[in-house]
């Protein structure tokens, strides 16, 4: 590269050019739309490529695993022996075959066990678990298993049948069509051979069961018919002989005659009784409303008493009324007052007299009714007595009559049972119609290998690419000026794209030179300059949040441009602790800012001068020792601006050292290094935060180790920096046609 030997001014403002870095970008969210789900996919295949390996593994591994099963199936319908259908007198029979109850019984453990031992199904080990191979999952189960579980665990047995089974059960299908008759029998094999017999086997030993059963259950009930009949023919008898015997002895004669002339006599006593009652009630009634009134006048006005006491009543009535009228008109004392009264006495007197008259009477009615009523009721006693007698004879005798009757009914219905028995005994257990019999089925059931790898393969991508939406939207690094720029008192720099390590060992001193990384550090340093009013800025602080983001690659890499453009530079490695400038310069001096800053070296015996024109200050040994020269920094910036020199600090990261704070109050500018894809969101703002000065009110931002391919693929505003046109643009090949 050429340097200039004239250093031009770098005051000179360029007003003629209006640069503005902060109007470069345009702040625009990154909106999820099919593009974007792209672009995502795109910058993040490798991951999903590496996660869908991961999850494919196994299962391919399990689906290859995998053997074709067979599936044969036997489709019949189970029949009520015709002659029972045809039988009109047993209607009503309660043994008709059910579709579902057979689907039951052809599931059976009896059917079982003799497919099981028929067909052999204990020396496959696709049936039988003991002659399978333990996989390696098993055996760590049962180890951990027996780390809590002190009983020792016994080998399966490879003659046990109560193993093979439920294996059976699992492959075997016995269904009912709930809209028809039809039952369906299906078995799951590896052997299309056994998976069509299975079914055939079934139906063959259904039948035999079938038959068996209904010749054994003949057998036993036809037994149990015959001593339940000879029981019942002596209870039969018995019954009979206890009415014959009970009829002669109480000598019961069926005389309706007599019977209805006892009946009527016995209604008309009973008539009779409820007569005397009727008259003794009313008789009881007068006597007690005579004997508790007062007054005969004011009884005799309530109860039925004959004429000559009603118009005894009258009378006096219309004697009151008079002398109420006359003592309207008169004194008491008046003389017809005083006669009317006098009638008055002897009416009631009269009254009195008629009323006792007429309660003697009364009473001897009432005993009159009561010798009626006792002669009646004895009648009525001897009446009742006959009576009972003859309904408990009548009752009793039709009691044992319904108890022969009874028997005799039992005994006609074992002897229909007996008949039926012997009936069914000639019938078939059951009527068997195969619609298809089961064939050896030609191709495995199910899909194949192919659909479930593709299938796999399709949710293992899926899988891979929520994980990466995942990890997306969690991230919180800074990857765009879009992310910076609502972050207050920050001006965007520039995007530094990433270097390869060869490239970043060479483009220090040799003439090998990175296209988009020297445009980018040109933009820095537009930059910088627009910010600072047009002209270059005396001092420059380039710092970061964290360690490891770059800031010395921006730094010296910010000298070798300037210096480029004959432009005297001091580059100063501020990093006291871990400064590694000194690792590209290789000045091999004895000392350093630490030294300087400590008062152990002049600040000419720190600058290393190289030949490419930069001046630089290596950080030194970092010492504890408390330094001497407070305003050291300070006097480095003004003997280099009266030297006409750009200082340029790589400091230490902000958040590690409070040296970087009071430096950016000393410098004119600050730059602050944030690196793509690392440096979180977070961690920039405190940064900011912390160098909150009024002399350095904005902070220069520059986004460093950007990897152009990943970023032409995010939906941010910057991302056009990096498409396929410019990219081509910057290429060496594309430069040379």
Not at 421 to 443: I, N, Q, R
Not at 698 to 712: F, K, L, Q, S
Request: charged content about 25%; aromatic content about 6%.
């Amino acid at each position: 590269m050429t340097i200039s030997t004239v250093p031009p001014d770098r005051n000179l403002p360029i007003s003629p050019m209006r640069y503005d870095p902060r109007f470069q970008v345009e702040t625009k969210a990154d909106n999820l739309d099919l593009g974007s789900v792209f672009r995502l996919v795109r910058r993040r295949m490798i991951m999903i490529i590496a996660i869908t390996i991961l999850f494919m593994a196994p299962a391919a591994i399990m689906i290859f695993g995998l053997e074709p099963t067979y599936q044969g199936w036997a489709r019949l319908i189970v029949h009520q022996p015709l002659a029972t259908s045809l039988d009109t007198d047993d209607a009503g029979h309660s043994d008709l075959l059910d579709a579902k109850s057979e689907t039951e019984r052809l599931r059976s453990r009896s059917i079982a066990e003799r497919v099981v031992r028929e067909l052999h199904l204990e020396v496959r080990e696709e049936f039988n678990p003991a002659l399978r191979e333990i996989s390696f999952f098993e055996r760590v189960r049962a180890t951990l298993r027996g780390l809590f579980d002190t009983k020792k665990t016994t080998p399966p047995d490879r003659d046990n049948i109560n193993a093979i089974i439920p294996e059976y059960f699992r492959a075997l299908g016995v269904w009912h069509e709930d809209k028809s008759d039809v039952v369906q029998i299906s078995f799951n094999s590896t052997d299309p051979l056994l998976a069509a017999a299975v079914p055939n086997r079934i139906i063959s030993i259904y039948l035999d069961e079938r038959k068996g059963s209904v010749d054994a259950r003949l057998e036993t009930a036809g037994e149990w018919i015959r001593q339940r009949i000879t029981e019942q023919q002596a209870r039969a008898d018995i019954s009979r002989d206890a009415a014959r015997k009970y009829q002669e002895s109480m000598d019961v004669v069926s005389k309706e005659d007599a019977q209805e002339e006892r009946i009527k006599s016995f209604l008309e006593l009973t008539g009779r009784e409820g007569k005397i009652e009727e008259s003794r009630v009313e008789v009881e009634g007068v006597i007690s409303a005579l004997e508790a009134a007062d007054k005969a006048s004011v009884v005799a006005q309530n109860i039925v008493v004959p004429d000559s006491i009603a118009i005894k009543q009258r009378d006096l009535r219309g004697q009151e009324q008079d002398l109420a009228r006359l003592l309207e008109t008169y004194d008491g004392n008046a003389d017809a007052v005083v006669d009317l009264r006098g009638e008055i006495e002897k009416s009631r007197a009269d009254l009195d007299l008629a009323t006792k008259q007429y309660l003697q009477t009364m009473r001897a009615k009432l005993t009159a009714l009561d010798h009626e009523a006792e002669g009646v009721q004895s009648r009525l006693v001897v009446a009742q007595e006959k009576r009972i007698r003859d309904a408990l004879v009548q009752t009793e005798l039709l009691r044992l009559q319904k108890i022969a009757e009874k028997e005799q009914t039992a005994l006609d219905k074992l002897e229909n049972q007996r008949r039926d028995l012997a009936a069914k005994a000639m019938l078939p257990g059951a009527e068997l119609e195969v619609l298809s019999p089961a064939t050896v089925p030609l191709a495995p059931q199910g899909r194949g290998r192919l659909f479930y790898l593709v299938g796999a393969l399709l949710a293992a991508i899926s899988g891979a690419v929520t994980a990466a939406f995942v990890i997306e939207m969690s991230d919180r690094t800074v990857r765009s000026f879009d992310q910076v720029t609502a972050m207050a008192r920050t001006i965007p720099a520039g995007l530094i794209p990433r270097l390869a390590r060869w490239e970043n060992s060479k483009t220090m001193f040799e003439h090998m030179p990175v296209p988009m990384f020297d445009e980018a550090i040109r933009t820095v340093v537009l930059s910088l300059k627009q910010s600072n009013g047009g002209k270059s800025p005396s001092s420059i602080v380039v710092t970061s949040a964290h360690s490891g983001e770059g800031k010395s690659l921006v730094a010296r890499s910010l000298a070798i441009e300037l210096a480029a453009a004959a432009i005297p530079v001091l580059l100063v490695d501020g990093d006291l602790r871990r400064g590694r400038l000194d690792s590209f310069f290789r000045s091999g001096l004895k000392y350093g800012l630490n030294e300087f800053l400590n008062g152990q070296a002049d600040l000419r015996d720190i600058i290393y001068r190289h030949p490419c024109g930069i001046d630089f200050i290596p950080s030194g040994r970092f010492s504890l020792q408390r330094r001497i020269r407070s305003n050291g920094l300070a006097e480095i910036i003004e003997i280099a601006g009266a030297a006409g020199q750009i200082v340029i600090f790589d400091s230490a990261p902000v958040l590690a050292s409070a040296d970087t704070v009071h430096l950016t109050a000393l410098a004119e500018r600050t730059l602050a290094v944030v690196r793509w894809g690392k440096t979180s969101r977070r961690a920039v703002e405190f940064s900011l935060q912390q160098m909150k000065i009024s002399r350095n009110s904005e902070i220069v931002v520059a986004i460093n180790n950007v990897n152009p391919a990943r970023h032409a693929l995010y939906n941010f505003s910057d991302s056009e920096l990096f498409s396929k046109s410019l990219m081509k643009y910057y290429s060496l090949k594309g430069a040379n046609t």
